[in-house]
């Protein structure tokens, strides 16, 4: 019953912060516009830079980034359970993954996850996270793309799990996150073949 308890908990919860509308918010408090009817309809950094320009992009990353490590943190040192195998934290991580893009308070809507990814990523081995952002830093900065950017870093992240030996639980839910989080950029796929994609310096 303990287990279960803290499976549900760790769920819950991580899921719940992973809900907050920080993009949501911002833009809100900031100009009264709801950013779900505005550029892609997404509630993430790239969106609320459409609205209130480069400062506000960073100021959401970084927010959103430490709404993903926030609730894998705390799975780890606050639950007794499961930690040896990477499981809870894992939990945690998908959680608030869908948390961010399927909000209870914005009617399951949201964001792409990217950042709060990142975010999981940095909670669960920091230079795997490290990496990965260095890595989506320099794909968004050449090509100017934050999907491109994005897609390629989180498919790499699986393959840097093993590298650095990390559990089979931790690789397991970059693989899957991945394949989530690129299922979120279908749009942005078909627009980056078509040669449509909004760039990040436009």
């Known amino acids: 019953m303990e287990k279960f308890i803290e499976i549900i908990s760790v769920i819950l919860g991580a899921y719940l912060i992973g809900s907050i509308p920080t993009g949501y918010i911002i833009v809100k ?3 009264g516009q709801d950013i779900r009817t505005i550029g892609s309809g997404s509630t993430g950094a790239t969106n609320v830079k459409r609205v209130m320009g480069k400062k506000w992009f960073f100021i959401t990353l970084l927010l959103d980034a430490f709404k993903g490590a ?3 943190v705390l799975a780890y040192f606050l639950c007794s359970n499961f930690t040896d195998i990477g499981l809870l934290p894992v939990l945690a991580a998908v959680a608030v993954i869908l948390g961010h893009s399927k909000s209870v ?8 996850s990217v950042a709060s990814g990142v975010g ?4 669960l081995n920091i230079w795997v996270g490290l990496i990965i952002a260095a890595i989506w830093g320099v794909i968004t900065y050449t090509s100017k793309y934050v999907s491109l ?8 992240s699986p393959i840097l ?3 650095f030996k990390q559990p089979v639980a931790y690789i397991v839910y970059c693989a899957v996150g991945a394949l989530y989080i690129i299922w979120l950029h279908r749009s942005n796929i078909q627009r980056l073949i078509k040669g449509e994609e909004n760039k990040v310096r436009e």
């Open 70 to 72: 926030l609730p894998v």
């Open 29 to 31: 408090l900031a100009t």
């Open 105 to 112: 308070f914005l009617k399951f809507t949201g964001g792409k």
């Open 161 to 163: 799990m093993y590298l």
């Open 149 to 156: 950017g994005s897609i390629i870093a989180l498919a790499i």
């Open 120 to 123: 999981t990523i940095l909670a």
